[in-house]
């Protein structure tokens, strides 16, 4: 069974602060992303990565970083946070082709205060 | 600019009735349409998807319609359940496998 994991479900932090949030899929799968979700805008993409040590920019990636060391995990970093990225994120993994699915997982509601 | 536009952004529907949800496109090399369905708490999960060579495709009580011409496509929820409240998105995939998401609708089946 497909599984995209992330470190936490609600997180709380205050302004300022380095925010890193995992994510880990099970799957092989070569592309991984994050997403942000708000209200109104949907999902807009921040980075993505097709494979180790590899990143993209997705279409809202200021204020953002990310890190993959091992194909398994991708981490987004908050290195500064502030209030605008008080937002559902959403960590998601895709095989490589054009016949896999994108597999999300349950997402962390991040509040900066 | 939002490459794939989704309306309404809100649904309310008797118990039985059916649901429908629009979405429109404008980049005709987009070749995956899909529709997710996302309960809270949960990250977005497939429901259903097509391609765009053929008009509509049907899975239980879901139904994609697809209209290439007009680059709409929509979901119909036929028999709908309060289960199915939910949220969902529809989505496109472009040429470089990327996909877009639609802004979301928020579906409550009243009993």
């Known amino acids: 069974d497909v599984k995209v994991t992330q470190s936490s479900r609600y997180l709380v932090k205050r302004t300022g602060e380095k925010v890193f949030l995992e994510c880990v899929q099970d799957m092989d799968h070569e592309n991984m992303f994050w997403y942000r979700q708000d209200p109104g805008l949907g999902l807009r993409l921040i980075y993505f990565s097709y494979d180790v040590k590899m990143k993209e920019k997705g279409d809202i990636p200021e204020g953002y970083s990310v890190s993959r060391e091992k194909k398994e995990r991708f981490s987004l970093i908050l290195e500064s946070a502030s209030t605008n990225q008080t937002s559902m994120y959403l960590c998601a993994s895709r095989g490589q082709g054009r016949t896999y699915e994108q597999y999300f997982g349950p997402g962390t509601r991040l509040t900066v205060t | 600019q939002q490459q794939v536009k989704q309306s309404p952004q809100s649904l309310i529907v008797q118990k039985g009735g059916i649901s429908i949800i629009n979405c429109a496109y404008e980049?005709?090399?987009?070749?995956?349409f899909p529709w997710y369905q996302q309960f809270p708490g949960k990250g977005p999960a497939l429901l259903i998807a097509i391609r765009p060579d053929v008009s509509e495709k049907k899975e239980g009580r879901f139904t994609i319609s697809f209209n290439k011409s007009a680059k709409q496509f929509s979901l119909h929820i036929m028999d709908s359940q309060p289960g199915d409240s939910a949220t969902y998105f529809c989505a496109a995939r472009d040429v470089g496998n990327q996909f877009y998401f639609g802004t979301g609708t928020s579906l409550t089946v009243i009993p």
């Open positions: 980049n005709t090399a987009f070749d995956y």
